[in-house]
């Protein structure tokens, strides 16, 4: 990947720094959305960006509750998130890379100290977005499209979803309280019959392969090569 022509999110509050940060990266070359917050961030189809610049300091959800979300989300666990904020404790630190945050810069910046930081990142994440794969089946998640034997198939998203977490984790079977949590993170009610169905659509959608996602009696499915 060209990191001069990758995408990035900028979610900040304050206005002045977003659009400011916004308009500098897309003169150095960048593709940029900006959002005013975490709520118009996740309207957003989230998973076509390759990195995010997050502010921490937000109303509502701020920035790390929404580096949480991102990184329990198959689809966008793999972005890299930079957090951008006047917080610059210890403590703070520490949380964001916890988190799986891959930067952070502390305000006042410069943007050129940004653009250099993205530039590292990027380069270091760029093996993450790779497609991934499991016998002949290939999940893009830079494009939420799947392949079987070279043929696209259709998948619903939370199918896909469900698909790249297996093929990133063979042999792993995740229990059906994993998969809602890491599939199904907006708190809304799920029961675990859901799991159950969107395994039994995504089996016959991927055939001859369907068999490779095992089921392990009273527990759980995953994938095996």
Not at 3 to 10: D, G, H, P, S
Not at 69 to 94: E, M, Q
Request: a negative charge; charged letters at 30%.
């Amino acid at each position: 990947m060209e990191t001069k022509k990758a995408r990035i999110l900028v979610v900040d509050d304050e206005e002045a720094l977003r659009e400011g940060l916004g308009m500098y990266l897309e003169y150095e070359g960048y593709e940029v959305d900006t959002a005013s917050g975490s709520a118009e961030a996740l309207a957003r189809d989230l998973s076509r960006y390759d990195l995010m610049l997050l502010d921490i300091m937000m109303d509502g959800m701020d920035g790390l509750e929404l580096a949480s979300v991102l990184k329990g989300n198959p689809a966008t666990a793999g972005i890299p998130v930079i957090f951008l904020t006047a917080r610059d404790s210890d403590d703070d630190v520490l949380k964001g890379l916890k988190l799986g945050a891959d930067d952070y810069i502390a305000k006042p910046y410069s943007a050129k100290v940004v653009v250099a930081r993205i530039e590292a990142v990027l380069r270091r994440a760029g093996k993450h977005r790779e497609p991934i794969s499991g016998r002949g089946v290939v999940c893009d998640r830079r494009s939420m499209t799947c392949l079987v034997d070279g043929q696209p198939v259709r998948l619903a998203r939370k199918e896909f979803e469900i698909l790249a977490l297996m093929l990133d984790h063979p042999s792993r079977v995740f229990s059906r309280e994993e998969l809602l949590g890491k599939i199904w993170p907006e708190k809304v009610v799920v029961v675990d019959r859901a799991v159950d169905v969107h395994i039994t659509r995504l089996r016959g959608k991927i055939a001859p392969y369907g068999a490779h996602i095992v089921t392990r009696s009273g527990y759980g499915y995953g994938w095996q090569d």
